[in-house]
Nanobody, 115 residues
């Protein structure tokens, strides 16, 4: 069973930066793709950014030019570097990994944006 553990969430001021981490229990290079998703209160979970085995990335429009997704394969860790954070970025951020037809989720990490 694949385990994903997110960390790095917390409080950040508008305009600030934060880096989220997702540690996987196995070699992340085996996954077809990994990604970050978020869910704000009263809203559906939405894609933030994804990265595949070929290191091809995809970003939601709101994340383009502000967020960066990248992998550290040797550390089996996925990252999301968040910059120019806005109040509307406040949500629980989830790590996802896809392996063939299976999808795995972490428990989420809360990002709170306020001044």
């Amino acid at each position: 069973q694949v385990q994903l553990v997110e960390s790095g969430g917390g409080w950040v001021q508008p305009g600030g930066s934060l880096t989220l981490s997702c540690a996987a229990s196995e070699n992340i290079f085996n996954f077809n793709a990994m990604g970050w998703y978020r869910q704000a209160p009263g809203k559906e979970r939405e894609m933030v950014a994804t990265i595949d085995q070929g290191v091809i990335t995809d970003y939601a429009d709101f994340a383009k030019s502000r967020f960066t997704i990248f992998r550290a394969d040797a550390a089996n860790t996925l990252y999301l570097q968040m910059g120019s954070v806005k109040p509307e970025d406040m949500a629980v951020y989830y790590c996802n990994a896809r392996l063939d037809s299976r999808s795995y989720w972490g428990q989420g990490t809360q990002v709170t944006v306020s001044s």
